[in-house]
């Protein structure tokens, strides 16, 4: 039970503005999914609601949010073909659609849809290890821990997530933090091949020298560009990690030795060989710190503090069977939940603050079935960030030329009743915090898709100016038409005009100039 409190999970969510436009008449779910039956090869499984296929589906979904959406049918492929013959039934009878891999985006309608129809790219399951060349194939529809088992016999890992159960298609394309992270920066960063369905059903290869203008505005893809369907990833030797989950009461003493590590950690660029990542958590009430540690050569490190642990556990093993035993164990399979994340730089009083804030704002609510509550703090040291040359972030992550935090407040709860006062506890929490690290000169403008809620503004704040302009660019080559706009639902889009960011002075993004289409 403590371990619900850890905060290390990300998130993402996606504006759902997309295909509103006027005058644009979509079809029926029954329409749509009668097109792919009829349509469709035989061997594309088209599921309706109620089949042993589709609730398998709908069970994947991390987010009970997510689970109260009911698309007509689900529609599994098995090849990249597959994928650009539904794209084209989509097209060709203007049917919207929903795409999930791992099913962990946290929002509602992120990846799932009421009516139409979703695409399931659980098939899509491929591993392909070439040991020689230190790389590896994934299907985008796997969960990483059959990635991680995979490449455990060949004493082999990847910047993969940190939870069994998250997608490779959904956390590559928002980015993805990785015990790694520190030398290798984002999983999307590892990652030199795609093959990629796009609007018009093509199925085309990108890397550096191929489609290179869409390499780049991949590794932070949101669902603008394609559908991948295949990613090629670096591996690196890793014949055993060691891992550790801990939980500390809150006292002076733990307080200032946990955030003193932190501080340490999150600015030491020399460290190749380490992960640590601590939460603020309430749960049930009860208030602790959490602490994730990791090292990659395998040797156990000390405890970060000599407060005695509420709970601890750690072990030597494959990344696999860290995650799998010590990591996995520490988190509800399902939650009913909402995500808000921003960046700063280190600043242990701020993170204090926010912790005394959370408490003022949830302390009235601690009588709600089921609550927890968790502020994270991971870190973004300038090695991750120099790592991420390639991607659209780059230039936004370097503007605060600092080491930097990604904040995540996560919060789940029972009761479907407590919906809004919990979103606007929590929204509440965030836009103090994102105001008062403002006024104090330590907030990034930076938000990392794959930890936002719906409400977050990615493009406007991830990338800059110029990168944006440039990502529509991107957009306009490879979906002429739009096609995506009108008919992918969920995740993150690029807004068809305006920019806020970095250039605003206050630190909080406006609503104006997000046009939606
Ligand atoms: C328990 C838990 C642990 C987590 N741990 C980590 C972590 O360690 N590090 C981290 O960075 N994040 C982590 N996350 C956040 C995670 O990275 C995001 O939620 C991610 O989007 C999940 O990917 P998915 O495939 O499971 O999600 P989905 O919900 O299936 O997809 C997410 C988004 O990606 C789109 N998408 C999916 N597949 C494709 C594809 N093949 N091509 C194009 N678009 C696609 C979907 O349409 C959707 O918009 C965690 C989340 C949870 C709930
Ligand atoms: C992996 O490491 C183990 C333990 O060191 C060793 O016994 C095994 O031979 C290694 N396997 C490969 C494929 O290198
Ligand atoms: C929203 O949260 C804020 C901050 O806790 C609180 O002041 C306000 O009353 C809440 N509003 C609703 C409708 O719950
Ligand atoms: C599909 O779109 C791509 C990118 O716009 C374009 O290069 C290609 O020619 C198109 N293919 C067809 C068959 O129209």
């Not at 985008?140 to 910047?159: C, D, K, Q, R």
């Not at 960063?189 to 369905?197: A, C, G, I, L």
């Not at 559908?227 to 801990?246: C, H, L, N, R």
Request: hydrophobic residues 40%; contains cysteine.
């Amino acid at each position: 039970m403590l371990s619900r409190s850890l905060l290390f999970l990300l998130a993402s969510s996606v504006r759902l503005g997309a295909g509103q436009d006027s005058g644009y008449q979509q079809a029926s779910g029954e329409a749509c999914c009668d097109a792919l039956r009829n349509e469709l090869p035989s061997s594309v499984g088209v599921f309706a609601r109620g089949t042993s296929e589709y609730n398998a589906r709908h069970q994947t979904y991390y987010s009970l949010q997510q689970q109260e959406l009911f698309p007509t049918c689900t529609v599994k492929p098995n090849t990249a073909s597959d994928v650009s013959q539904i794209l084209r039934v989509a097209e060709a009878h203007k049917c919207p659609f929903a795409v999930a891999s791992g099913g962990h985006m946290s929002w509602k309608g992120s990846s799932n849809i009421d009516g139409n129809f979703v695409i399931d790219l659980r098939a899509l399951d491929q591993i392909d290890i070439s040991p020689q060349d230190q790389t590896v194939k994934l299907g985008p529809g796997l969960p990483w821990i059959n990635v991680y088992a995979a490449l455990a016999p060949f004493n082999i890992s990847t910047t993969g997530a940190r939870n069994n159960f998250v997608g490779v298609g959904g956390f590559l394309t928002g980015g993805g933090i990785t015990f790694e992270s520190i030398t290798k920066g984002f999983g999307a960063d590892n990652v030199f091949q795609y093959e990629v369905v796009l609007a018009n059903g093509s199925i085309v290869s990108v890397n550096k020298d191929t489609n290179a203008d869409l390499f780049w505005a991949l590794k932070l893809a949101g669902t603008n560009f394609g559908i991948v369907t295949q990613y090629e990833m670096t591996t690196f030797p890793s014949p055993v990690i060691w891992g550790a989950v801990s939980a500390y009461p809150i006292t002076d003493q733990s307080t200032s030795d946990l955030l003193r590590a932190f501080e340490a950690y999150g600015h030491d660029d020399t460290n190749t060989n380490t992960f640590q990542s601590v939460s603020f958590a309430s749960v049930g009430g009860v208030d602790m710190l959490s602490v994730v540690q990791c090292t990659l050569d395998g040797v156990p490190q000390g405890p970060l503090t000599s407060v005695e642990p509420i709970s601890h556990s750690e072990l030597v093993g494959s990344t696999h069977d860290v995650i799998n035993q010590v990591i996995q164990g520490a988190l509800a399979p399902t939650a009913r939940t909402h995500w808000y994340t921003f960046t700063t730089r280190i600043n242990t009083p701020f993170f204090k603050d926010m912790r005394a804030k959370a408490d003022e704002i949830f302390t009235p609510l601690n009588d709600r079935d089921g609550l927890t509550w968790a502020i994270g703090f991971q870190a973004l040291q300038k090695s991750f960030i120099a790592r991420t040359a390639g991607s659209p972030v780059f230039n936004a992550l370097t503007q605060a030329n600092d080491d930097l935090v990604f904040i995540l407040l996560l919060v789940t709860w029972d009761d479907p009743a407590d919906e809004l006062v919990m979103r606007n506890a929590t929204n509440a929490l965030g836009a103090w915090g994102e105001a008062e690290a403002e006024r104090r000169g330590v907030l990034s403008q930076f938000v990392y898709l794959n930890y936002a809620n719906e409400e977050q503004r990615i493009y406007e704040r991830a990338v800059t100016k110029e990168d944006l302009d440039r990502l529509r660019t991107v957009q306009k080559t490879y979906d002429p038409s739009g096609t995506f706009v009108k008919l992918w639902k969920g995740g993150y889009k690029i807004p068809a005009a305006g920019y806020h960011g970095a250039e605003t002075d206050t630190g909080v993004v406006e609503e104006q100039g997000h046009d939606e289409l």
